[in-house]
């Protein structure tokens, strides 16, 4: 074919993206610290540094990061069995939670299947939803900024594959009771995968959420979720699992990227495993930080939730909203605002906590 013979293409022939990507809102991500005097407090990632051994043992596996990662993370999926008393064949892993999260909604949903979550919640829930053609199903937060579990429970059709549960709630720090959860598993299909999102979970005083383990162990269509982001301080290496049934925790493994779970991040997470009674000391401390701020915020006349994060929230309109933000900004802190729900403050170091609550007591109405 000569040049002349060339069909002309129209310049509108261009790739295009999908509908639903087009639409899709963007993750919004905590914003990073700038300068020293910056405090990073939008993201809710430990502000200590990475644990000894998980340093120790990244700086290890670093001279052979010329291989591939173990793509089905055998060691590590064996160390967090032998964790939580579960079998190997019932973990499955990947790049965060969030990126175990994408591999359970791709791995149940097709398009126009329904997914049912409380809001607000995680901001990544209607995104990865939507991201796989299904569709996403709010249910609004009760009164007392907890997940209305009879509404959600309402909310389900036969078009519902998956239910996401935050416990403790992203945001607002509030925990789903156990009997509350075992009673709205009783009224749920068994069809229906019900996750437990624990991202927040060390953080939790003992009894004030869900056993999950014992509710998995009951109800065969509970999946739990878990990160080694937050109280493991492993934000940066992206290393999240499920707790889940076999068949399901295989299908989950295929639809995992090839390859997700770098050999650093497998290290690091197994040796964070073994250094848990430190992790636990570091975990003591924020939670006293958290009492601290959260009885000195209340006498300041802030009503706030009892969060069990590591995190506190406080619901403000728009105009306290906006006052908020541009305080926080100018006094060099970093937090996290909601647009028309509030403002999400992570519990950081001592001295950290002191600026926040010398702001907010001058704030406070």
Request: net charge negative; charged share 20%.
């Amino acid at each position: 074919m000569t040049s002349d013979q060339l069909v002309a293409v129209p310049e509108t022939a261009l790739p295009a993206l999908r509908g639903a990507v087009t639409g899709l809102p963007s993750y919004v991500p905590g914003r990073r610290s700038l300068g020293a005097d910056i405090a990073a407090l939008a993201s809710n990632e430990s502000h200590y540094e990475p644990l000894p051994a998980a340093t120790a043992a990244v700086a290890e596996a670093a001279g052979r990061m010329n291989r591939y990662p173990d793509m089905a993370a055998v060691e590590l999926r064996e160390r967090i069995a032998r964790h939580l008393g579960v079998t190997a064949a019932e973990v499955a892993v990947g790049p965060g939670s969030v990126g175990v999260l994408q591999q359970i909604i791709t791995g149940l949903c097709d398009a126009g299947d329904e997914v049912v979550f409380a809001w607000r919640s995680f901001e990544a829930y209607p995104i990865l939803v939507e991201l796989a053609g299904a569709r996403p199903v709010r249910v609004p937060l009760d009164h007392a900024e907890g997940h209305d579990l009879e509404a959600m429970a309402a909310a389900v059709t036969d078009r519902t594959k998956v239910v996401l549960l935050c416990t403790p709630n992203n945001p607002t720090g509030v925990p789903i009771g156990h009997d509350r959860l075992q009673a709205f598993l009783q009224a749920v299909p068994s069809s229906v995968l019900v996750v437990i999102d624990e991202a927040y979970v060390e953080y939790a005083d003992a009894g004030s959420g869900p056993d999950s383990l014992a509710l998995y162990r009951r109800y065969p269509n509970v999946c739990i979720l878990r990160t080694f982001s937050k109280a493991y301080g492993l934000a940066g290496l992206r290393v999240g699992y499920a707790i889940t049934t076999a068949a399901i925790a295989e299908g989950l493994r295929r639809t995992a990227l090839p390859f997700g779970v770098s050999a650093l991040a497998q290290k690091a997470a197994i040796a964070s495993l073994d250094a848990g009674e430190e992790m636990e000391s570091r975990v003591s401390a924020v939670k006293q930080e958290r009492a601290r701020m959260a009885a000195e915020l209340e006498a300041q006349g802030w009503k706030l939730q009892p969060s069990q994060g590591n995190f506190l929230w406080i619901r403000a309109h728009e105009q306290l909203l906006a006052t908020l933000v541009d305080a926080f900004n100018a006094a060099g802190i970093m937090v996290r605002a909601y647009q028309g729900d509030g403002v999400r403050i992570t519990v950081a170091d001592p001295a950290s906590n002191n600026r926040v609550l010398r702001l907010l007591a001058a704030n406070a109405s």
